[in-house]
Structure formats: C-alpha cells, structure tokens
C-alpha cells in the first residue's frame, strides 16, 4: 500500500502535468484563431481559382494547351503526406498516416515515391521500407506561401521532367476544433479527379459557371494561371492542416486537463482515507497503551 508520502508525490505530479496541459491548451488556442482565419479567409480564393481553371481547361485544347494538364499511364505515383511536426495532438497524425498506408496498399508500392512533410511523417517512414525523394520539416509553425511555392515547383519540376505520372496531397482537412478528416486529393495532372479520390468539402460545392472573355488567349492565361493555381492548392493543404493540428491539440490538451483534475481527486480521497486509517491507528494504539499501564498500575 502505498504510503502518504508516496501519495503526496504522485499528487504534486499530476498538478505539475496539469499545468503543461493547461499551457499548451493555451498556446494553441491563440495559435488556432490565427490559423482559423487564414484558413477560412483562403479557401473561397482556392476555390475560385479552381472553378476559374476548370472552366478554362474545358475550353481550350485541354492536354495540348499546357504540359501540367498531360495525362499518363499512372505507373509512377509521388505521394505528399503532410503532418505536424509535434505530437501531443490526439489521433492527428496517426489518422493522415494510417490513410497513406492504405493508399500505398491499394497501389503497387515500388512505383509510390513519397515527400514527407513534419517530423511525424519523417520518423514514420524513415522506420519503413518506403522510397522518400524529399523531405520537409520545421516550418509548420511559420508557414508562409513561399514555404508552399519551394514544395509546389519541386513537384512541378518533377511531374514536368517527366519523374512521376501522378502527384497526390494527403492532408487533414480543418472541419471544427474536434474534427479533422483526413483527404487525399490529386495534384497533377490537373483536371477531373480520379475516381474513388476524396474531395474536400468545399471542393464539391456545385457553382454556376460563367462566361469569360480571354485576353489575350487561354492558352497564354494557363502558362501562368496553372502553376500558380498548384502553388495555391499546396499552400491550403497545409494551412488546413495546421488549423487541424492545433484544434486537434487543443481537444487533446483539454481532456489531458480534465482527467488530471479527476486523478487529482481520486488521488486526494485515497490520501484523506489513508491519513484517516493512520490516525486511527495510532489512536488506537495510545488507548491500547493507556489500557495496559492502567492494569499494570492497578495490578
């Protein structure tokens, strides 16, 4: 049984986990109404711009007009998975993991390259049996667009030199504080998605489609359009994710709160009950003492 002391320590080790907890919830609630923001103010531009692409694309020569419109045989697949680079998050990360997995399983994996994205993904790949063409870590707390132009022109540069057929993103999609849906969505070739790809949401919202004029001509308007367009979609990707990541660490970090202050509690009657049966004893012990002097006396 354990002792008061034993007791008193476990105690004083759940309120100073607690506090952690109740900081970390903090940081990333002011970290998440940041996040929050930038990922709802950008997705009616994401999306514009994808509405604005495909009709372009439907009216011009479509595969001929631009090379990242080119379709192949999908022997050669790269697949971007995008993490955090911190734990702490509840199933965050092992849920974006789990999904890539089952997408390797569903393809061939010797023609499956990856490019990791967070420490998370890094670690958990760098433990398997997997081709990883690159790696990046250490910028999801600063994200900034030119993070999502280096990854963006790294996949171009690939997809373009004709390395890969395909080019996947698996992210978390931000929902709520509590939910985060894990999404695989084709990058390149763009156009139609593929069929059984997970779309996001707001990606499926039907629209109607207007009427351009183009000057001075699609074919020109897509040479710049297209790759800022991938550069666009990579940078949601991962402001999603990092909205997802700390909602996802704020839920975690409250209920980590909650069940310390119930362990606190259960800890505290066991050290009350504990406290009592030692009083009790040693109460007992002084009447017995008393009890035997006084028949030692009268004796």
């Known amino acids: 049984m354990p002792t008061l002391r034993d007791i008193k320590r476990r105690i004083r080790s759940v309120e100073s986990t607690?506090?952690?907890?109740?900081?970390?919830?903090?940081?990333?609630?002011?970290?998440?109404?940041?996040?929050?923001?930038?990922?709802?103010?950008?997705?009616p531009y994401a999306t514009k711009m994808g509405e604005l692409v495909d009709g372009l694309v439907a009216r011009t020569a479509g595969e001929e007009a631009h090379p990242l419109l080119a379709s192949r045989?999908?022997?050669?697949?790269?697949?971007v998975v995008i993490t955090a680079d911190?734990?702490?998050?509840?199933?965050?990360?092992?849920?974006?993991?789990?999904?890539?997995?089952?997408?390797?399983?569903?393809?061939?994996?010797?023609?499956?390259?990856?490019?990791?994205?967070?420490?998370?993904?890094?670690?958990?790949?760098?433990?398997r049996q997997f081709t990883v063409k690159s790696e990046m870590i250490g910028f999801i707390d600063r994200l900034?667009?030119?993070?999502?132009?280096?990854?963006?022109?790294?996949?171009?540069?690939?997809?373009?030199?004709?390395?890969?057929?395909?080019?996947?993103?698996?992210?978390?999609?931000?929902?709520?504080?509590?939910?985060q849906r894990p999404v695989r969505k084709q990058l390149l070739p763009l156009g139609a998605a593929e069929d059984g790809e997970e779309e996001s949401e707001s990606d499926?919202?039907?629209?109607?489609?207007e009427e351009y004029i183009y000057e001075p001509g699609p074919e020109s308007?897509?040479?710049?359009?297209?790759?800022?367009?991938?550069?666009?979609?990579?940078?949601?990707?991962?402001?999603?994710?990092?909205?997802?990541?700390?909602?996802?660490?704020?839920?975690?970090m409250e209920s980590a709160s909650k069940n310390a202050r119930e362990m606190i509690n259960l800890l505290t009657i066991q050290f009350n009950k504990a406290r009592q049966e030692r009083i009790t004893k040693e109460l007992l012990d002084i009447v017995g003492g008393a009890e035997a002097l006084r028949q030692s006396v009268e004796a």
């Open 18 to 43: 607690q506090k952690i907890t109740k900081a970390m919830k903090l940081v990333a609630a002011a970290k998440f109404r940041r996040a929050q923001e930038r990922i709802i103010e950008a997705r």
């Open 86 to 127: 911190k734990g702490l998050c509840g199933a965050f990360n092992s849920n974006i993991l789990r999904e890539s997995l089952r997408f390797l399983r569903d393809v061939e994996e010797a023609s499956v390259t990856l490019v990791v994205v967070g420490k998370k993904a890094r670690d958990f790949y760098r433990r």
């Open 221 to 252: 308007i897509l040479a710049s359009l297209l790759p800022r367009h991938v550069t666009i979609q990579v940078y949601r990707a991962l402001m999603e994710s990092v909205a997802g990541e700390y909602g996802a660490r704020m839920t975690a």
């Open 204 to 209: 499926t919202e039907a629209g109607t489609q």
């Open 73 to 79: 045989s999908t022997s050669r697949k790269r697949l």
């Open 144 to 179: 900034t667009y030119s993070h999502a132009q280096e990854l963006a022109n790294g996949l171009m540069q690939d997809f373009l030199g004709d390395e890969v057929d395909e080019v996947h993103l698996m992210y978390n999609e931000f929902r709520s504080v509590a939910v």
